[in-house]
């Protein structure tokens, strides 16, 4: 299977991807300001053409997306806090080291994957931080 990069500014364009995309196939969904705007639009075509979609965002499983995995963001906003109480007290951004995610979290939605007619995996199932029923 060929992996096609198409980034997309509208819905037509999302619906159109989604629509011809071949037998098989899953839908990755880039993290974005169009993609995070319309999630829920975005999902709602994944599951009418039946297409399994994949975001980094824990918010897309919970409206109906089949599995995220990304940073755990709440994590992240306390980790900015420590640095903007640093940036108060006096330290120069620009002496702050660059973070990346420590904790990233798997989440599994199971009413996607069965209205899919997919089988998640009882190991995969374990993994997950949180599986949806």
Known sequence: MEAIIAPVDDMPQVEFLISTSEPNSGLLVGPDVFTESNLAEIIALAARYRVPAVNWSRSFTELGGLISYGPY?????????????????????????????????????????????????????????????
């Open 73 to 133: 963001v709440v994590d992240e906003y306390r980790r900015a806090a420590v640095y903007a109480d640093r940036i108060l007290k006096g330290a120069k951004p620009s002496e702050l080291p660059v973070q990346a995610p420590i904790k990233f979290e798997l989440v599994i939605n199971l009413k996607t994957a069965k209205a899919l007619g997919l089988e998640v995996p009882l190991q995969l199932q374990q993994l997950a931080d949180e599986v949806i029923e």
